[in-house]
RNA sequence: GGCGGCUUAGCCAAGUGGUAAGGCGACGGUCUGCAAAACCGUUAUUCGGCGGUUCAAAUCCGCCAGCCGCCUCCA
């Protein structure tokens, strides 16, 4: 069927073809690190991942760039307010990055470059400009003529007039034109800064995802991302930097995430709304903040919130239920020769929704399916070998089913059994009930049972539900769980 | 003001011309001493409203209503 991505550039989903057969080369605009990262660039971050483990999976040979902006006002102001060097700010916030992302499941890019490794690459490129009559400089600071370069605003869809006329650009003694921005800022008094033909200075936000993105990928790449607030003035301005610089058109597909919000509300500082992925992550397991991120379309805005986080959390645990039941089929052998479509077109069905612009919902509504089709066989099947397919084809839909999900989701990495027993004791520490306490009351009321003394054991269960605890009763004895 | 997007069951959410995926919840059932958990089953004659195009529309077009994003640092 072919691999479809909707192009923010065209506005349509089109064919993905490489620029180099079998190759893909592909940039995502990382984080500026000043702050722990928040729910929103976990979207982001794990939206890309799955698209760059499915590239892996059909096949492709990937180059994965994504960067750290080590350099910027924010991180300047913020070093100055904790009177830290703003280095070591920079690079603490690196290394707590990487501590979420490792958390999150997510795939280490092939190049994690920082701007201010590729100062002499932002010079190079800027000198380019310059030499074109694409950029001036001004008193040490060197602006790029956006007037100078007429495809400006295809990105975005803006045109250059209605940019002038809307008031909100600033407006700047230095800049020829209100649109210009600044490719390299003159260093002012205390701030870092690096040597240039155009004086002591620093490289502007734009330039670094420009010289970066040419240096390991080239001046004409396969694909782009970033979030959707990126595209406008960020990758606007990175199309003009570069194609100017070069005369190549640089990006073939420009990939944009929707953002999140929290509670129905725009996530930000001034509203005090902003979750961390850190905090997330001592509440909820991180297969289910992936499973949530994911179960909406990755260009639809999507809502955090209690239900919604919840509900993740329970789809996933029927997905390692169903994994336990499989497991358990498989062990068992069977004689059954065919297997239910949900099953058997499982592979096929989920590479065609991803094929459709990385429809996760609907590959993850597959996995359900499937869930479902393995839960009958194992309901109805019983101890009866004679209904369990053959051992041979239900290893094969292990084996697909954990392709898709773990693979390409990053879900389902633990072994069931360990996540569904963590699932219920996750909690347990915040009781005022000793976990070995438990254990005897459980044990007491089991041998209550055993004696068909039931209103002692119903005694006993009551007073573990007190504490927060639930008896459940299976065939192999009684165990217990932390009430939600 | 300019540009773009969205509106599908109680809630979340796929579906861009061929007659409504999936999840949560709710309800019914299996199991159980009774429960719980797990599992199975049921749950939108209909896709914001009104018109139009078509043999056929949630899907295309027009108008109306409501919501949202970007235009400024932002994933």
């Not at 005694?459 to 065939?475: A, H, K, W």
Request: net charge negative; proline share 4%.
């Amino acid at each position: 069927m072919g691999l479809k991505i909707y192009n923010t550039l065209t506005r349509k989903k089109e064919t993905f073809e490489p620029v180099h057969p079998g190759k893909v080369g592909m940039y995502v605009c990382g984080v500026t690190v000043y702050d722990m990262c928040h729910i929103g660039h976990a979207r982001s971050v794990v939206l890309f991942d799955v698209i760059y483990r499915y590239l892996l999976k059909s096949g492709f040979q990937v180059t994965y760039v994504r960067n750290f902006t080590d350099i910027d006002d924010k991180i300047i102001n913020r070093a100055n307010k904790l009177g830290e060097n703003w280095k070591d700010l920079a690079e603490r916030f690196i290394k707590e990055f990487s501590v979420d992302m490792d958390a999150l499941g997510v795939k280490r890019p092939t190049i994690e470059p920082k701007a201010t490794d590729h100062i002499p690459d932002i010079l190079s490129l800027i000198s380019a400009l310059i030499e074109e009559a694409h950029a001036y400089e001004v008193d040490g600071d060197v602006m790029f003529s956006v007037s100078s370069f007429s495809p400006y605003g295809k990105l975005s869809g803006k045109k250059t007039e209605d940019l002038v006329s809307g008031a909100r650009v600033d407006v700047d003694e230095k800049k020829k034109d209100p649109l210009d921005f600044a490719l390299w800022k003159a260093a002012k008094k205390g701030e870092p800064f690096w040597n240039s033909p155009w004086g002591p200075g620093r490289p502007g936000w734009h330039i670094e995802c420009s010289a970066m993105s040419m240096r390991y990928l080239g001046s004409s790449f396969d694909i782009h991302g970033g979030g959707s607030d990126l595209t406008f003035p960020h990758h606007e301005n990175e199309i003009a930097q570069s194609e100017a610089a070069t005369g190549e058109s640089f990006v073939r597909f420009w990939i944009h995430n929707g953002f999140v919000n929290i509670r129905s509300e725009k996530m930000s500082k001034s509203l005090g709304n902003v979750l961390n992925i850190r905090d997330i992550l001592k509440e909820v397991h991180p297969e289910a903040l992936r499973l949530f991120l994911l179960s909406s379309h990755y260009r639809s805005p999507l809502d955090f919130n209690d239900t919604s986080i919840r509900e993740a959390s329970v789809g996933l645990e029927r997905m390692y239920s169903a994994l336990m039941a499989l497991e358990e089929l498989i062990n068992a052998g069977g004689i059954v020769n065919e297997l239910p479509e949900e099953l058997s077109d499982l592979g096929s069905k989920f590479e065609d929704a991803m094929d459709d612009d990385f429809n996760t919902p609907k590959g993850l509504a597959l996995l359900f399916d499937a869930s479902r089709a393995i839960n009958r066989i194992h309901a109805e099947a019983g101890p009866n070998k004679d209904k369990i397919p053959i051992k041979e084809s239900l290893e094969n839909v292990k084996k697909t089913l954990l392709g898709w999900a773990n693979e390409v989701l990053g879900l389902l990495n633990e072994a069931p059994e360990i996540f569904i027993e963590n699932a219920r004791r996750s909690g347990a520490k915040d009781l005022n009930i000793t976990k070995e306490e438990i254990e005897r009351l459980v044990q007491e009321r089991s041998e209550a049972r055993k004696a068909k003394n039931f209103k002692l054991g119903d005694e006993i269960r009551n007073r573990l539900l007190e504490y927060g605890i639930l008896i459940e009763d299976g065939p192999k004895g009684s165990t217990w769980r932390v009430r939600d």
